[in-house]
């Protein structure tokens, strides 16, 4: 059975930093793209970066040079690492396999094509 976990979420000050994980179970992760999503209150669910199978990176402009995203296809895992938080980065968390139709990781991220949600995992940021 297909499943992604997040975990690593919590209460995080402004400028400190935390690392999520996304970790993959029922398929070989290192085959797929993954990417981080977020959904903050009131607003619609946005892509934050995104990770080919082979590497290949992309960044939402809100988050570039703050956050990393890298993978470990030997733990069937992705991280998500982010330094220098800001409150309007304040969201649910969820990682997501690609689906099947997709060309680029910034149109995964961009145009949100997932096939697969993990539950997602709660970020905030704040004093």
């Known amino acids: 059975q297909l499943q992604l976990v997040e975990s690593g979420g919590g209460l995080v000050q402004p400028g400190d930093s935390l690392r999520l994980s996304c970790r993959a179970s029922?398929?070989?992760?290192?085959?797929?793209?993954i990417g981080w999503f977020r959904q903050a209150p009131g607003k619609e669910r946005e892509g934050v970066s995104c990770?080919?199978?082979?590497?290949?990176?992309y960044y939402a402009d809100s988050v570039k040079g703050r956050f990393t995203i890298s993978r470990d296809n030997a733990k069937n895992t992705v991280y998500l690492q982010m330094n220098s938080p800001k409150p309007e980065d304040t969201a649910v968390y969820y990682c997501?396999?690609?689906?099947?139709?997709?060309?680029?990781?910034?149109?995964?991220?961009?145009?949100?094509?997932?096939?697969?949600w993990g539950q997602g995992t709660q970020v905030t940021v704040s004093s």
């Open positions: 029922g398929f070989t992760l290192g085959y797929y793209a």
């Open positions: 990770i080919s199978h082979d590497g290949n990176i």
């Open positions: 997501g396999k690609e689906s099947w139709d997709i060309t680029t990781v910034q149109d995964m991220c961009d145009r949100i094509m997932i096939g697969s």
